[in-house]
């Protein structure tokens, strides 16, 4: 089978790209690479670095395929609240092209790597797939508005699809070149901002009276070959004309302290932190039920907390 892996140059489009390889598939990428590396592209697949916003360019990726994975998309909160004519082009316009070029080309197999961003600060903990969807910020609302495409083209067209909605994401994947990891710019993650956590410029932990057992926020973690081993899955378990959400996670989630115990037993030290207040809008508790993946895709994670740091803190 091949594969179109859109934003393949991306932290986790890469890591994909690398594990399809290794399984077997054939694979082409697209990426413009705006914020991801061409150099992170393995060299066994065929790379054409454009955006999905061509659609010449989609054209000429999808030829031969039959399946898509797509990563593409402009991921940062905070940027997304300035800027958010830049994730609707992206995110909500760009997909619709690439489902108007896979419906040119006979492409009818999708994976959509979705957010639970896309519920907003719900009320509910565990998060399950009918939990109400209201996104706070232009990233979250631009891939829920995917998602709608998506269902109406599987409704409309067929289209076999699965939209997979997770939220932190962390680790990395060791390969015969090195280290496929993060390399955001600014970095917003928990786990690389521990790493590098330093006396004159601690870690925050933005609240220690949090109504949680050690009293700090509570967040879902994955680690990302476990993300892409569901990907995989959903990818082998498509139903022509329907379109499944699907959670994804750790299944219970870490608190920003159980985050900084396990960096510190990886590093051997203590890491400098300092605890701030709270801040605003942020949740206590924001965790994924993930009953759905096991019971659809037979998937669950198998990679704990302190893979996820070690992984982490190797491809430094």
Same mark, same amino acid.
């Not at 590396?37 to 697949?45: E, G, N, T």
């Not at 609240?81 to 995110?91: G, L, S």
């Not at 809008?281 to 019971?295: F, M, Q, Y």
């Given at each position: 089978m091949k594969i179109l892996v859109t934003g393949g140059a991306g932290y986790i489009g890469s890591t994909a790209v690398s594990i399809l390889l290794d399984r077997g598939f054939d694979v082409n990428v697209i990426d413009d690479c705006s914020t991801g590396y061409a150099a992170s592209v393995d060299s066994r697949a065929t790379f054409f670095q454009k955006s999905i916003l061509e659609p010449a360019a989609l054209d000429y990726a999808l030829q031969g395929c039959d399946a898509v994975?797509?990563?593409?998309?402009?991921s940062l909160v905070g940027e997304s609240v300035v800027k958010p004519e830049i994730y609707w082009e992206t995110n909500a316009y760009g997909s619709r092209l690439l489902l108007n070029a896979m419906r040119r080309n006979g492409v009818e197999k999708l994976v959509f790597s979705s957010t639970a961003a896309t519920y907003g600060d719900s009320k509910e903990n565990p998060i399950t797939e009918n939990s109400a969807t209201s996104p706070t910020n232009p990233y979250g609302a631009s891939k829920l508005a995917v998602d709608y495409m998506i269902s109406a083209q599987s409704t409309a067209y067929g289209l076999s699809a699965a939209s997979l909605r997770y939220f932190n994401v962390a680790g990395a994947l060791k390969t015969e070149n090195g280290w496929l990891a993060e390399?955001?710019?600014?970095?917003?993650?928990?786990?690389?901002? /521990?790493? =590098? %956590?330093? @006396?004159?410029?601690?870690?925050?932990?933005?609240?220690?009276?949090?109504?949680?057992p050690d009293g700090t926020c509570i967040r879902d973690y994955i680690h990302v070959v476990d993300l892409i081993e569901a990907h995989i899955k959903a990818l082998e378990?498509?139903?022509?004309?329907?379109?499944?959400?699907?959670?994804?996670?750790?299944?219970?989630?870490?608190?920003?302290?159980?985050?900084?115990?396990?960096?510190?037993?990886? /590093?051997? =030290? %203590?890491? @400098?932190?300092?605890?701030?207040?709270?801040?605003a809008g942020d949740p206590a508790v924001l965790v994924a039920d993930i009953s759905k993946a096991r019971?659809?895709?037979?998937?669950?994670?198998?990679r704990s907390l302190q893979s996820m740091v070690s992984?982490?803190?190797e491809s430094f």
């Amino acid at each position: 089978m091949k594969i179109l892996v859109t934003g393949g140059a991306g932290y986790i489009g890469s890591t994909a790209v690398s594990i399809l390889l290794d399984r077997g598939f054939d694979v082409n990428v697209i990426d413009d690479c705006s914020t991801g590396y061409a150099a992170s592209v393995d060299s066994r697949a065929t790379f054409f670095q454009k955006s999905i916003l061509e659609p010449a360019a989609l054209d000429y990726a999808l030829q031969g395929c039959d399946a898509v994975m797509h990563f593409a998309a402009k991921s940062l909160v905070g940027e997304s609240v300035v800027k958010p004519e830049i994730y609707w082009e992206t995110n909500a316009y760009g997909s619709r092209l690439l489902l108007n070029a896979m419906r040119r080309n006979g492409v009818e197999k999708l994976v959509f790597s979705s957010t639970a961003a896309t519920y907003g600060d719900s009320k509910e903990n565990p998060i399950t797939e009918n939990s109400a969807t209201s996104p706070t910020n232009p990233y979250g609302a631009s891939k829920l508005a995917v998602d709608y495409m998506i269902s109406a083209q599987s409704t409309a067209y067929g289209l076999s699809a699965a939209s997979l909605r997770y939220f932190n994401v962390a680790g990395a994947l060791k390969t015969e070149n090195g280290w496929l990891a993060e390399k955001h710019n600014p970095e917003t993650h928990l786990i690389p901002n /521990l790493l =590098r %956590s330093t @006396p004159e410029s601690p870690m925050k932990i933005f609240g220690t009276d949090w109504p949680t057992p050690d009293g700090t926020c509570i967040r879902d973690y994955i680690h990302v070959v476990d993300l892409i081993e569901a990907h995989i899955k959903a990818l082998e378990n498509l139903t022509p004309g329907r379109h499944e959400i699907i959670n994804l996670g750790s299944g219970g989630g870490y608190s920003v302290k159980e985050v900084l115990a396990a960096a510190e037993k990886v /590093l051997g =030290r %203590s890491i @400098p932190a300092i605890a701030t207040d709270r801040r605003a809008g942020d949740p206590a508790v924001l965790v994924a039920d993930i009953s759905k993946a096991r019971a659809v895709l037979g998937w669950q994670p198998e990679r704990s907390l302190q893979s996820m740091v070690s992984d982490a803190w190797e491809s430094f």
